[in-house]
């Protein structure tokens, strides 16, 4: 089956975000296909290359970004909800004359289209909230 | 784009977060992108339907969700049980909204194509 993802959860709550990678790795391993994940409200926040948690917590910031990368997965943040919350790649940086520059690889600034795209195209559409 | 139903399910209080705005701004996405769209209001999220709301200096969402039907959103439900629970009467709701009973919102979720929650 063809899945996707909305993840809107901050980093704080680790459980969910944790459970969201899970679930998407389980996913994978049952060989179901991801169409996108969409980081969307307080989880666009995942995608900070910036953040740097305490020593003993883990990184679920790395952890997601690893496993983004090692399947090549859609991974799409919400534009709106990025900016507001000062998550800037080179392009959005440059356009609002911004001096940081903080989205991580491999994620990808996009518009609210792309949910209902995912939406639509896929089978099923699972929330972590 | 292919269209399909996709139930929009608010159980988040109206300014609590910013879930509940942010929810909506995806329900007007898919609006816009020709889906039919469907809002269910539940457990807190019944909370956005009542009238009287005056926040200062931050966008009220009842009037906001009152602009649904201007987008072709035509189908708003709210939990009855949710209403009960809280002591909101039907009559503070000044949104057109169809009151379902627990069974019904089961049987609505039956019929989505997808589910989004906020």
């Known amino acids: ?129 | 784009m292919q269209k399909r139903h996709l139930l929009f399910v608010f159980r988040s209080s109206p300014y609590g977060s910013g879930r509940a705005r942010e929810g909506l701004d995806a329900v007007l996405a898919a609006a816009i992108f020709d889906q039919t769209v469907s809002v269910l209001f539940l457990g807190d999220g019944v909370f956005q339907l009542c009238a009287g709301q005056a926040p200062d200096d931050i966008r009220n969402q009842h009037k906001m969700l009152q602009s649904l039907p201007l987008y072709d959103v035509e189908y708003l439900y709210f939990s009855s049980s949710a209403l009960a629970e809280r002591r909101i009467n039907a009559q503070d709701i000044l949104i057109p909204g169809k009151p379902l009973s627990d069974p019904e919102i089961a049987d609505l979720m039956a019929t989505a194509d997808q589910i989004l929650t906020f």
Request: glycine share 4%; aromatic share 10%; net charge neutral.
């Open chain 1, 1 to 129: 089956m063809i899945y996707s993802l909305l993840i809107q959860s901050s980093p704080d709550n680790l459980s969910i975000c944790r459970c969201a990678l899970e679930f998407a790795k389980t996913l994978l391993h049952r060989n179901h296909r991801i169409y996108r994940i969409f980081f969307y409200g307080e989880a666009v926040q995942l995608a900070t290359c910036a953040a740097v948690p305490p020593q003993d917590d883990p990184d679920i910031y790395r952890e997601w970004r690893e496993f983004l990368e090692q399947h090549r997965l859609d991974a799409v943040v919400c534009i709106a909800a990025a900016l507001k919350r000062g998550l800037l790649n080179r392009e959005e940086s440059a356009r609002y004359q911004k001096s940081v520059v903080n989205l991580a690889n491999p994620y990808d600034l996009s518009g609210l289209g792309q949910l209902i795209d995912a939406a639509v195209h896929s089978d099923k559409l699972i929330t972590f909230a």
